[in-house]
């Protein structure tokens, strides 16, 4: 029989596994954005989404592959009871997480906000599959931890996946809340008049009476009829939101299951329904909310937080209200330069402060972590329109046509059928209104528009966990420096050194010093028969006489303002005593305790 015939007999034979092994053959450890010569130990399609219970079994493959760093509990549980779980990543070869600086990041806190999550997700992936083979993540695991929330919002996630939405819809808790203010709850959701899992748009034909008219070079599309003179009318009317009255009360869709947001739940700057809608009846009013805040309290070693939503393209910090001011400057140095990386790593994406260059948001998350705990916080909107492109030229190309008004749909248009193929539209078709009589249902699906078609999630969510590593990174650092032991005569020495901090973040922000939030960092000197006669810090580096001394408990010096970005401290002790040796600290909430030994 011919060699390669019976070669190719025994392939088909063989069991598919044995034709397609785990791993590249040859393949070393890890996955570091090089595919050649690598491998993951777990597979993730990045092309897609997954709903809530897809998302929580992810995270736990990547749990099951790498028990030795990943771990996961629970912190509560949703209105719908969902598990809230945490998924702590450490290498507890160098230390337990607890003693270690943090991140904490989140997605998902609006349900239909859905890559969120999949961005939580690839950010702890990257960091396991790359812990033993990349020195940058293994640097970073060995001074840090990572705790992730997959969702904040489990429930919405939920909805929007298992039941008719468009884009915008599901970004509520399902808490029943009354929208409408008449009594009942929940009781006029939209609805999916023909049945395909979407809520799109109606429209009706009204020929001479209408709002709007066909684009003439794409009847999908409607355009505004111009205000004029001549009475000139179009022949075309959006009658809104796929949907019917079902509560007889004259309106379509005004009360859909929820109607609140957990982004404006938290203390910082909270107000109440009349001046921030979605708010609650008070700050943390909500299960999910009240679970992380805990979870957050109790773990004061958190010093980063970046929270994922979408959409826009943006790179968001605080305040959230006008009024709060302004944040210390010495906070800012480290906003700036992570917020002007993030743009270059981040193509299309603006650095904003959040109430001047979007818009006033009372009791944001960020705004609490920051505000209220002092610690450095972002919230990326996942998506700009502008990426379908990749170039605003060739979308404004795109979207040129006679009729003004168009343009938008038109750039849209033209990615879904050249891209797509038009599967991310609904076409217009017929139907038998109850209310409007016959009109027309059709319009974008509901992962169109703020989600990323599939063929561009896994650049979204690599650059936007690159950007959150590069905030891992920045997390303080202390080394001490320049130690030296001076003798001043009759048995009194000096000791000198100085504390630095390596990283951009200071060991406490500007605004945790403001507040007293948290407690303060402490620069220690002991040793057996050592008396400390005083001790503080140096104000002048040529000047060791200029010391601002602490009244008490010399040995023990408190630094309510810690170290800066990338500050110094220049600390003296006057000691005396028989001993041959001290040994100096560094500890704080929010920074790797460090040691020294001295020979006095």
Not at 145 to 172: C, I, K, M
Not at 191 to 218: A, C, E, W, Y
Request: net charge negative; hydrophobic share 35%.
């Amino acid at each position: 029989m011919n060699d390669v015939l019976t070669l190719a007999l025994v392939l088909a034979a063989a069991p598919i596994s044995a034709q397609t092994p785990a791993r590249v053959a040859g393949a070393g450890p890890g996955f570091p954005g090089t595919a050649v010569g690598h491998a993951p130990k777990v597979e993730i399609p990045w092309n897609r989404f997954h709903d809530y219970p897809e998302l929580l079994a992810l995270f736990d493959r990547v749990e099951a592959a790498f028990p030795e760093l990943v771990k996961h509990e629970v912190i509560g549980h949703s209105v719908e009871n969902r598990e809230l779980r945490v998924y702590t990543v450490n290498d507890a070869r160098t230390g337990p997480a607890n003693e270690k600086p943090a991140m904490w990041i989140d997605g998902n806190v609006h349900g239909n906000e859905v890559q969120g999550g999949e961005a939580a997700l690839y950010t702890l992936w990257y960091v396991c599959e790359n812990a033993s083979s990349n020195d940058k993540v293994a640097e970073l695991l060995k001074d840090a931890a990572f705790y992730v929330l997959p969702s904040q919002n489990p429930d919405g996630r939920s909805h929007w996946f298992e039941r008719a939405h468009n884009a915008h819809s599901s970004r509520t808790g399902v808490m029943p809340t009354d929208d409408d203010d008449d009594g009942r709850f929940d009781e006029d959701p939209a609805d999916d008049l023909d049945g395909d899992g979407q809520i799109t748009q109606m429209r009706k034909f009204v020929p001479g009476q209408g709002t709007h008219r066909q684009d003439p070079d794409d009847p999908r599309i409607l355009v505004p009829v111009p205000p004029n003179d001549e009475g000139r009318r179009g022949d075309w009317i959006l009658v809104g939101e796929e949907g019917l009255d079902d509560d007889g009360d004259g309106r379509i869709n005004e009360d859909d299951p929820g109607g609140y947001d957990m982004n404006r739940a938290w203390p910082s700057s909270w107000a109440p329904e009349h001046v921030q809608f979605g708010a609650g009846p008070y700050p943390l009013y909500w299960p999910e909310p009240r679970a992380i805040a805990n979870f957050i309290q109790r773990h004061s070693n958190i010093a980063a937080v970046q929270s994922f939503h979408n959409a826009g393209g943006m790179i968001l910090r605080g305040p959230g209200t006008e009024s709060f001011g302004e944040y210390p400057s010495e906070d800012l140095r480290a906003y700036d330069e992570l917020g002007r990386d993030g743009e270059k790593m981040l193509p299309f994406y603006k650095y904003m402060v959040i109430w001047k260059d979007l818009y006033t948001v009372w009791g944001g998350f960020v705004n609490w972590t920051y505000e209220g705990l002092g610690i450095v916080s972002f919230t990326n909107e996942l998506w700009n329109d502008d990426q379908y492109f990749q170039d605003a030229g060739r979308a404004e190309e795109a979207g040129k046509g006679a009729v003004l008004g168009g343009g938008f749909d038109r750039q849209r248009h033209w990615f879904d059928d050249k891209l797509l193929m038009g599967a991310g539209f609904v076409a217009w078709h017929a139907f038998e209104h109850p209310l409007f009589g016959k009109v027309e249902i059709g319009g974008y699906r509901k992962d169109v528009g703020r989600v990323p078609p599939t063929f561009m999630i896994e650049e979204m969510v690599h650059r936007n966990a690159m950007f959150c590593l590069g905030h891992a990174r920045a997390m303080p650092k202390v080394v001490f420096e320049d130690v030296q032991v001076t003798e001043l005569g009759e048995g009194v020495k000096a000791v000198d050194l100085v504390v630095r901090n390596l990283h951009a973040i200071p060991t406490r922000t500007g605004m945790a010093a403001r507040g007293k939030v948290g407690a303060p960092d402490v620069i220690a000197i002991e040793g057996a028969g050592l008396t400390v006669i005083a001790g503080g810090v140096r104000s002048d580096r040529f000047r060791p006489e200029r010391i601002e001394l602490q009244e008490r408990h010399p040995e023990r010096l408190l630094r309510e303002r810690g170290v800066g970005s990338r500050g110094e401290v220049r600390v003296r002790w006057l000691v005396r005593g028989k001993a041959e040796k001290a040994v100096v600290t560094y500890g704080g909430e929010k920074v790797r305790g460090v040691r020294v030994e001295v020979r006095l």
